[in-house]
């Protein structure tokens, strides 16, 4: 039998089901490694959001090695990273020691990390990457300024922060907790760090240009006012919504500074970028800082890891071992 998170209209739960309640898929794996990330705090912790269909499998990440496959592109015995794609929103997810899924949107491990280090990055890690793929694709370099990265001590923000590091950016980390985890931050390659306080009040729309490039997790005021600092020609990529769906801004950023909004959607990103996203991983991540940041769990503990890690009780990444 499969043992999965399965969510249902009352909330989620571990089950035990059959290769019948996961029928569509031209691949079938055994899952090694999950992973915890924002939107599966939400999933197995019954908030809406990201659940699109019930029963449904949670888990918006795996790693697994193929044992049945259709698709020419996988054979049995290779491992594969499938990230998003519509797992756990209207296909079973990554939170089962079996899954059935669509070969077409899965990468292969990039060489210099193992399947092991790829799952402890997740959907957050490969986010990151995609979002300073986007900056660096639009000419900005370290001799452009300080790159902002908001939401620093999540998932997104913790594995941004070190690939700008690497790439040589002097990145300013917002967080809600530098007492608590100011060394951590300056770990990863913060070079400064700025108290969420600072830009979570309304303010005006146009304010002393500070940093060429954000990363934001949190939305809301803290983005407004991250848009308001960029300098002329920077970029804004705006990943989540830790804080606030909101964006309280004016066009004046755009039409007086140039300043680009550029979305991140991981979930749909085509496979080229995918693959180019794992490379970059493989460049720019600390393997030592990434086990360092990691905390392993098993299937039992992802519910209530979920819950503490929508309460800002968690940090860094959140392994799930499966097999
Ligand atoms: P985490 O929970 O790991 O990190 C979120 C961080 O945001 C927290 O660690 C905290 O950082 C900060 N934060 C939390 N609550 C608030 C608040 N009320 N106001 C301001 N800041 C807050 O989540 P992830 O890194 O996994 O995901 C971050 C966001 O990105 C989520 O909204 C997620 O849905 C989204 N996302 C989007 C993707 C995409 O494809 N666009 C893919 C992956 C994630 P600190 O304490 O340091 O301030």
Redesign the pocket.
């Known amino acids: 039998m499969i043992q999965g998170i399965v969510v249902r209209e009352n909330g989620a739960a571990i089950e035990e089901f059959d290769e019948s309640f996961i029928p569509d898929g031209d691949v079938l794996v055994d899952v090694d490694w999950s992973d915890l ?3 599966d705090g939400l999933a197995v912790t019954g908030r809406p959001g990201v659940v699109r269909t019930t029963p449904l499998v949670a888990g918006i990440d795996l790693v697994g090695t193929v044992v049945e496959s259709t698709n020419p592109r996988w054979g049995v015995g290779d491992t594969l990273i499938l990230n ?1 794609a519509g797992l756990s929103e209207t296909k079973h997810g990554g939170y089962a020691t079996r899954a059935r899924v669509d070969g077409e949107r899965a990468v292969a491990v990039p060489d210099g990390l193992t399947a092991e280090q790829c799952a402890a990055l997740g ?2 890690g490969y ?1 990151a990457a995609l979002a300073v793929m986007r900056i660096v694709s639009e000419g900005l370099t370290p001799a452009d300024g300080p790159v902002l990265v ?8 913790s594995i941004a922060t070190m690939l700008l590091a690497t790439a040589g950016f002097h990145v300013a980390a ?4 530098a007492e608590e ?1 100011g060394d951590y931050l300056r770990d990863l390659g913060a070079a400064e760090l700025i108290d ?1 306080s600072a830009l979570s009040e309304a303010g005006r729309p146009l304010q002393k240009a500070s940093w060429c490039a954000v990363v934001d ?2 939305g809301g005021e ?1 983005l407004a006012n991250a848009i308001a600092r960029t300098s002329p020609g920077g970029v804004v990529a705006a ?5 606030s769906t909101s964006l309280p801004t004016t066009v004046m950023p755009f039409i007086l500074r140039g300043v680009t909004l550029a979305g ?4 749909w990103a085509p496979l080229d970028d995918r693959a180019d996203a794992w490379r970059l991983l493989a460049r720019g991540v600390d393997t030592d800082r990434l086990a360092a940041m990691t905390t392993r769990i098993g299937l039992a503990d992802v519910i209530a890891a979920g819950g503490e ?1 929508l309460a ?1 009780r968690r ?1 860094g990444r959140t392994l799930v071992e499966l097999s």
């Open positions: 990330n924002y939107k998003g959907t957050a986010t908001t939401g620093a001590t999540g998932g997104v923000g917002v967080t809600g907790r985890h969420r997790s949190v803290v990943c989540g919504l830790a804080g991140i959607d991981s979930v890690l800002g940090h």
